[in-house]
């Protein structure tokens, strides 16, 4: 049973960095296709960063451009997002995901906004 769960998230001030855990289970991290993203309260689920199977498949939005950074640690089976310099808009609920389907790559399934699997998310929320 595929599964993913995130941790991290809180309630931060802006300017400060917030790192994010997704724990998978029922696949390993480095075999699929997995990135983040987040949805705001009234607006649409928008994506963060993906990181694909091949080496150098990752692919930032702008907004995440420069300040944050996605990685993913085999031995501990998760994905990571290291956010710095936070701001207020950047408060939403991020959800990591991931996707099995053969030949998704991260401009796929983060441009599409697309996976097979998510995860419950968890809050951030940066007070200005």
């Known amino acids: 049973q595929v599964q993913l769960v995130e941790s991290g998230g809180g309630l931060v001030q802006s300017g400060d960095s917030l790192r994010l855990s997704c724990v998978v289970s029922?696949?390993?991290?480095?075999?699929?296709?997995i990135g983040w993203f987040r949805q705001a309260p009234g607006k649409k689920r928008e994506e963060i960063s993906c990181?694909?199977?091949?080496?150098?498949?990752?692919y930032y939005a702008d907004s995440a451009k420069g300040r944050f950074s996605i990685t993913r640690d085999k031995a501990k089976n998760a994905l990571f997002l290291q956010m710095d310099n936070l701001k207020s808009e950047d408060t939403a609920i991020y959800y990591c995901?991931?996707?099995?389907?053969?030949?998704?790559?991260?401009?796929?399934?983060?441009?599409?906004?697309?996976?097979?699997?998510w995860g419950q998310g968890t809050q951030v929320t940066v007070a200005s």
């Open positions: 995901a991931a996707d099995q389907r053969f030949n998704v790559g991260s401009y796929y399934m983060c441009g599409r906004r697309t996976a097979t699997h």
């Open positions: 029922g696949f390993t991290v480095d075999h699929w296709t």
């Open positions: 990181i694909g199977t091949t080496e150098g498949d990752i």
